[in-house]
């Protein structure tokens, strides 16, 4: 019978429609994968389909169009389109974003107010070994501003930014990033740790592609993007 020999080659003639199949359907999870909202800060990296299709041409990256299709939203303070010297080797980053335009770290440190648990702290009532014999004695004036401010120094919890390069399919592609210091606790007795507490977000252009072949459609398309924007010490 010849039926038998083509039901032995059914299965391979199968195989590659399944395959090109299972292939089609990878990309399509990529071409649709869209922005989803994280509540970690900052953001992991996008794994993004590596088609060189799916990137923008030339014609696509049009600074002047792409400028008026972001209007007001582009931020040079959190954003660039060339890449800056921090991120080619050549500059140093600054840990707030006033520093580039010539504030320095004093001038941003005193612009952040003392927080209220520091500044009210009753230190007067406190009783500390008097050097000059065994009786305890109060802090004095001067001696209470200098722990303040050593309180301060030691649990306030910076933002620290850096230049980060965001790729092809974003613009602008450098984006300034905030992260919270690390590697060593912030409150006495140790324990607390420096942790996003406030974030804000910058509206940027993601460079988006859906269907397949020649029915693909590929647009920018504004999104937020969040950014830390203070840091505090906590559990």
């Known amino acids: 019978s010849t039926r038998a020999p083509l039901l032995l080659l059914l299965p391979l003639l199968l195989l590659p429609l399944l395959l090109l199949r299972i292939q089609g359907s990878a990309a399509q999870h990529f071409l649709h994968l869209r922005p989803v909202p994280s509540e970690e800060l900052p953001l992991t990296d996008l794994i993004e389909y590596p ?3 799916l990137d923008p041409k030339t014609k696509d990256l049009d600074e002047r169009v792409l400028r008026r299709l972001l209007g007001s939203h582009f931020d040079p303070t959190f ?3 060339a890449a800056p010297g921090e991120v080619r080797g050549l500059a140093k980053n ?3 974003p006033g520093e580039q335009h010539g504030r320095g770290a004093a001038a941003a440190r005193r612009e952040r107010a003392m927080p209220s648990e520091i500044r009210d702290m009753d230190f007067a009532r406190a009783a500390w070994p008097d050097p000059r014999g065994s009786r305890a004695g109060a802090l004095g004036r001067k001696a209470r501003r200098k722990m303040q401010l050593f309180l301060w120094a030691y649990t306030q919890c910076p933002v620290a930014y ?3 390069d965001l790729g092809g399919r974003f613009w602008p592609r450098y984006v300034r990033e905030g992260s919270c210091q690390s590697g060593r606790s912030c409150s006495i007795p140790a ?3 420096c942790k996003a507490q406030r974030s804000t977000s ?4 993601r460079w988006y592609c859906r269907g397949w072949g020649a029915h693909r459609n590929c647009t920018w398309l504004k999104i937020q993007y969040p950014i830390i924007a203070e840091c505090r010490c906590s559990c």
């Open 94 to 96: 600054a840990s707030e």
């Open 79 to 81: 954003m660039s389109v």
């Open 162 to 164: 850096a230049w980060k």
């Open 51 to 53: 088609d060189p299709e």
């Open 202 to 205: 910058k509206a940027i252009l």
């Open 191 to 193: 324990g607390m740790s």
